[in-house]
Every structure is written in C-alpha cells, then in structure tokens.
C-alpha cells in the first residue's frame, strides 16, 4: 500500500540528509498516515481509509461525506 492521504492527497517528499561535513545523502519525508474505519452514514457502512493527520482534521472540521465526495472530486480516493 502506497504512503498517500486518501483525503488530502498528501504523500512522501523527497529531500537530504545532511551530515555535518555538508556530505548529503537522499532520504524520504513520509507522511503521518493511521488506517481509520469511518461510518459512512450516507451509505450506511463502515469504510476503511488511509488518513493523515491533516486528513483527519478535515474529516472533524467538516464530516465524513463531505470530505470523502471532495477527496473524489479532486481524484485523491482510490479502493
């Protein structure tokens, strides 16, 4: 399973390592992911998603069905 925000879109970053000789090396910035069960009340079942820390802020701020319909306008949601 890929490291992306099923609401946000959010995914790994790349960047460097930088040691104290200024010697850089490549290393990854991952996302703060949880694997969250929301009840769907539109639906009415449970639906397993990805979620970052960000996605699930969005989810509080403004509900389940509207960040989900927004997350698949935006094209982020995938089964």
């Known amino acids: 399973m890929s490291k ?3 609401i946000t879109g959010k995914r790994a970053q ?3 390592n930088v040691a104290h000789s200024n010697v850089r090396t490549k290393r990854k910035f991952n996302v703060n992911l949880f694997t969250k069960n929301f009840y769907w009340v539109e639906q009415r079942t449970w639906i397993s ?3 970052s820390a960000a996605g699930l802020r969005l989810i509080n701020k403004i509900g389940v069905d ?3 319909k927004k997350a698949a306008q935006k094209g982020y949601l995938y089964t």
């Open 4 to 6: 992306i925000c099923q």
């Open 14 to 16: 790349t960047g460097n």
């Open 49 to 51: 998603l990805n979620v």
């Open 66 to 68: 509207a960040a989900v």
